[in-house]
DNA sequence: GCGGCCG
């Protein structure tokens, strides 16, 4: 079918289908098939009317920032939401709330970069945004459900190095359409990702390290969710920790600032050394 | 069986 990017025989008719689910909103109905080729996962949210039919295809890393925005929209006040873009690998999703006689809907459009721009419209619903809702609950169960169908064969083992290769642009997340966005992306970015659960980290390749400065510490582990692989940093002082969540496709910025802040405060930068960073053994904690 | 989306 069209859901591949890449040349060669097209034909994505032997994907094998992992889940399917339907959505009927007002008189439209979304199809949503998760599916699964050698090129990986991805999830085909369909919708279907009378006489046409428009397909997005959304990579499996990218089903729980979908999950996100449709929580955004579904909840957020009617005249409080912005336009969002979301950067998957090379496609990049548009979300713009639109308003006509017909009702609220949402548009999400497709681009990528040679290939005809997809649109699927939502109607947020008669009440409450229900629509919205509803959409956002089946992505839920998809978002679940494609966790699960991760685990099994997940020890340490190989799997990293093609996940690497799929979720190397993972976290670029959310970019704002309007200047006027309160929050710049990557705060958005770092505090959503924040909140996953640990219970959803995979594999951390048993490389964890530690620095001291004063009486913090603190810990950097290497771990991988649903959404691709990052970095935690965890600051541990006395009996709390925080952590931050930093996809891997951010960390040489935030190197690079890392890096510009060294640069201009080393003046008063005593003693920098890399003596005090060891390795732990990430089974101890 | 509406109807949006510069196709």
Same mark, same amino acid.
């Given at each position: 079918m069209e859901g591949n990017s890449g040349g060669g025989g097209g034909s994505g008719g032997n994907d094998v289908e992992l889940l399917c689910k339907t959505l009927q909103v007002e008189h439209k109905l979304f199809y949503f098939d998760l599916k699964e080729n050698p090129r990986g996962r991805y999830l085909k949210i369909s919708e279907k009317t009378s006489a046409t039919r428009s397909t997005i295809i959304v990579p499996s890393n990218g089903i729980s920032w979908f999950l996100d925005l449709f929580n955004y929209y579904a909840n957020s006040d009617d005249q409080e939401v912005f336009s969002k873009e979301l950067q998957l690998d090379t496609k990049v999703f548009y979300f713009d709330v639109g308003d006509n006689r017909r009702g609220r809907f949402l548009k999400i459009s497709e681009a990528s970069v040679s290939r005809n721009r997809s649109t699927i419209i939502v109607p947020a619903g008669s009440a409450r945004d229900e629509g919205w809702a509803a959409f956002r609950n089946i992505l839920a169960e998809i978002n679940e459900a494609s966790r699960l169908f991760v685990?099994?064969?997940?020890?340490? =083992?190989?799997?990293s190095e093609h996940l690497v290769g799929l979720s190397d642009d993972v976290g670029a997340g959310f970019i704002s359409s309007h200047s006027s966005l309160p929050s710049p992306a990557t705060d958005l970015n770092v505090e959503r990702s924040a909140v996953l659960p640990p219970a959803e980290e995979i594999n951390n390749m048993g490389v964890s390290k530690m620095i001291r400065a004063d009486q913090k510490r603190f810990f950097f582990d290497l771990g991988s969710n649903n959404r691709g692989h990052f970095l935690r940093i965890s600051e541990v002082a006395g009996s709390d920790r925080s952590s931050i969540i930093l996809p891997l496709s951010g960390l040489k910025q935030f190197y690079e600032m890392l890096g510009h802040f060294v640069e201009i405060t080393k003046d008063r930068i005593?003693?920098?050394? =890399?003596?005090n960073v060891r390795t732990v053994d990430p089974t101890q904690r």
């Open positions: 685990l099994p064969n997940q020890q340490n =083992s190989e799997p005593e003693g920098m050394t =890399s003596a």
